[in-house]
């Protein structure tokens, strides 16, 4: 499965935007770039997904590079909510499909 | 209601004690995972089910066993709890088209 790099961790003051980078450079033409954030004590949840296009949805926005081994999730406001752990996942949608968490990057809203 | 349902949420257990721990998904989607999770790490694959008949091993099988009685349950079974084996565990589900997938809450087992 093609693996993912991501910063372990990353400030953002309240109100302002967010971009969280993720490195994919072994990313193959069937894979989905997925991301999902654990926040403390729940369990992890979907916040986007796209293949080659840039993506939005009214959580975040999800860009992606042209040759497709960078992308970048957006949070267009960071709120207190928002602090958590991201999690970049490459989902090939032949075989079994399944979402490998790496370590993920955990973001801290400043006050 | 939850979409996902674990149960316990919580679990303490000694060594060389049979636990099963229970997931229940009222989405009706037709996959279903259980995911191990250490203090700082990622989710790691324990086992899953693509429906009623299949089961599959994951990245950390060994010292598990699951059984999917239902399309909407799918436990996973200890036969011989040890302490290394100490963690959060999700259950999860998705459809065939593997777009989002749903968390459970997470059971914290700890083992002495």
């Known amino acids: 499965d093609a693996k993912t790099t991501q910063p372990n961790s990353m400030e953002s003051n309240e109100e302002e935007p967010v971009h969280l980078p993720c490195n994919h450079s072994?990313?193959?033409?069937?894979?989905?770039i997925h991301w999902y954030r654990q926040l403390p004590s729940q369990g992890p949840e979907y916040v986007i997904h796209g293949l080659t296009s840039n993506v939005n949805n009214r959580m975040a926005s999800l860009a992606i590079a042209e040759d497709r081994k960078s992308s970048t999730l957006i949070l267009h406001r960071a709120t207190l909510r928002d602090a958590a752990v991201y999690y970049c996942i490459l989902r090939d949608v032949t075989g079994a499909n399944n979402l490998f968490f790496g370590t993920g990057t955990r973001l801290t809203v400043i006050p | 209601d939850a979409d996902v349902t674990q149960t316990p949420r919580n679990r303490i257990t000694k060594t060389g004690k049979r636990i099963m721990l229970e997931c229940s998904q009222t989405k009706g989607h037709d996959r279903m995972y259980w995911y191990r999770q250490d203090p700082g790490l990622g989710l790691r694959l324990i086992y899953y089910?693509?429906?009623?008949?299949?089961?599959n091993k994951g990245e950390i099988s060994d010292g598990y066993s699951v059984s999917r009685q239902a399309q909407a349950k799918f436990s996973l079974s200890l036969e011989s709890a040890i302490p290394n084996q100490t963690a959060l565990y999700f259950c999860?589900?998705?459809?065939?088209?593997?777009?989002?997938?749903?968390f459970g809450q997470g059971t914290r087992l700890t083992v002495v």
């Open positions: 999860a589900t998705s459809d065939h088209r593997n777009t989002e997938a749903f």
């Open positions: 089910s693509f429906d009623v008949k299949d089961i």
């Open positions: 072994t990313i193959s033409g069937t894979d989905y």
